[in-house]
């Protein structure tokens, strides 16, 4: 998750210098946002609190980026390793059945998730900024030599 935060706060600065700002980038970044925090409500048995395509403002989704990066470390520091193995039942909206993943999975589905949605925002705000963000796991964990 400590990528998953990285990777949302940089391609947050270029949707701050985006101009114009893509309304469909906006709105798919806000979607990133919802998903984590959908994600983990599920994790914690709590109600879900969010719409999975809220609208927001940067603003908005500067604050839940902030939000859920606090909310997910708590979870990681708080959750017995166990915890990670156990299966859990959730609604899944796009098709409108219930399923069951191991929580392992669904952290590593956020990730995936997400990287694919910030490729959808990088084309979309193409253009608008003076460099598109490298986003790439790589150069999350990989040092200059």
Known sequence: MEFEYWANSELLVKLKEA??????????????MSVNSIWLQRLKGEPVTVNLFQERTLAECEALLQTNFENWNTFFTEAEEEVFQKNIQFHFPIDNTIRTMIVADS????????????????ILIKGSVAALPNLGYVFFSSKIV
Do not use: E, K, M, W
Not at 19 to 32: E, G, K, T, V
């Open 19 to 32: 101009d114009p700002l893509n309304d469909r980038a906006l709105l798919l970044y806000s979607h990133i």
């Open 107 to 122: 952290v590593f589905h956020i990730t995936n998730h997400s990287s694919y949605h910030r490729g959808q925002i990088v």
